[in-house]
């Protein structure tokens, strides 16, 4: 019997050797342990040996089965110790490493653009109102005293849908909605941003498709220094504070007189760079006020009101701004020409 146990203890010995995992530690307890392992059956053996036997077997037994019960539990801790090792380095951060670049939109150069000309207004209490891009001829020419036939159309080639539908040429078309909506005749003071198309072809100053925003202020006794007076406010807040703007005279045949706006260069002062061409000029938009048949047209009477009108080009103001040389670079959706707006909080022209 002492011997079986000898045996036992060497057999134990070669098999905890072998033993890797938490799996294979189990194993071995209940072979060497459990209610069927050798162990018990020598219990069951004793039986029959003398008292002086039972004694030294049990005693025997017992220094087996405490040896056993350490080995197993000094091998359990170190594979606990080695698989916790592991799932720590499995699963390591190394925060040294670059991370993934998380990709977020930025706000469209354009639509900087047209923000920040809506704040100005805004601050000088326009409303900002929007009309539809697919418009009725009556809207877009008609009652803008462009009636059919008028030459002035074919400046403006259209994209039409039906005879009498289509994509708005200029967005002077939401004057004349706005001005029809306006049931009790009150003053009218507003902007208003969107696409319009012409069929051009695209070069790197025409793009068939491009922003416009528009302004009407329709009130009693509105006149020219009215005109000039805001759009001075406008050039400056825009173009800094030392700007000054000129009018020269222009056509267009819903407003009477016209005029086109210039804004001193920003680049030289004045003085001529290749960004104003040399003149010291540059135009930054077409005004004028409101001819007295698109009033009358639209219900208010030319004899009581009058109002002026104006139409900014949102992409002329950002290609002058950033030195763009191509429209069509706002269209293309190049990321890499998208993002370096995001960089510029603010469209705002230095104060030179
Ligand atoms: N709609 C004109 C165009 O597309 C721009 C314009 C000029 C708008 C004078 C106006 C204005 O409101 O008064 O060429």
């Known amino acids: 019997m002492k011997n079986e146990i000898e045996k036992l203890k060497t057999l134990f010995?070669?098999?905890?050797?072998k033993v890797k995992t938490m799996n294979e530690l189990n194993d071995l307890r209940i072979n060497y342990l459990g209610k069927k392992s050798k162990i018990q059956e020598f219990s069951t053996m004793m039986r029959d040996l003398s008292v002086e036997e039972k004694k030294e077997c049990g005693r025997l037994m017992n220094e087996f089965k405490t040896y056993v019960e350490v080995e197993i539990t000094n091998l359990r801790k170190e594979l606990e110790a080695k698989e916790l090792e592991e799932k720590l380095s499995n699963e390591k951060i190394d925060v040294t490493l670059p991370s993934t670049k998380i990709n977020v939109g930025s706000v469209h150069p354009i639509t900087k653009m047209i923000n920040e000309v809506e704040d100005i207004f805004i601050s000088m209490g326009y409303d900002v109102v929007e009309g539809p891009e697919v418009e009725r001829d009556l809207y877009n020419f008609e009652m803008l005293n462009l009636p059919k036939g008028h030459p002035a159309r074919d400046t403006?080639?259209?994209?039409?849908?039906?005879?009498?539908?289509?994509?708005?040429?200029q967005t002077s078309p939401v004057q004349v909605r706005t001005m029809l909506a306006n049931i009790e005749k009150t003053p009218i003071r507003i902007i208003c941003p969107g696409k319009t198309y012409r069929k051009d072809n695209d070069d790197a100053t025409h793009s068939h498709e491009f922003h416009q925003i528009e302004g009407l202020v329709v009130d009693e006794n509105i006149s020219m220094a009215d005109l000039k007076g805001t759009l001075e406010v406008f050039a400056k807040k825009i173009f800094g504070e030392k700007r000054e703007i000129r009018f020269r005279p222009s056509h267009f045949p819903f407003t009477e007189p016209s005029i086109e706006v210039d804004v001193s260069c920003?680049?030289?002062?004045?003085?001529?760079?290749?960004?104003c061409k040399g003149t010291g000029w540059i135009e930054i938009l077409g005004a004028g006020m409101v001819h007295p048949n698109v009033l009358n047209m639209c219900g208010y009477d030319s004899n009581k009101f009058t109002g002026f009108a104006f139409g900014i080009g949102p992409e002329r103001m950002a290609m002058l701004k950033y030195g763009i040389n191509d429209i069509r670079n706002f269209y293309i959706n190049d990321k890499r020409f998208l993002e370096e707006f995001d960089k510029v909080e603010k469209v705002s022209y230095e104060s030179k």
Do not use: A, M, P
């Open 266 to 275: 920003f680049n030289c002062n004045g003085k001529g760079c290749n960004i």
């Open 13 to 17: 010995e070669r098999d905890i050797k």
């Open 156 to 169: 403006q080639d259209s994209f039409y849908i039906t005879e009498d539908t289509l994509l708005r040429t």
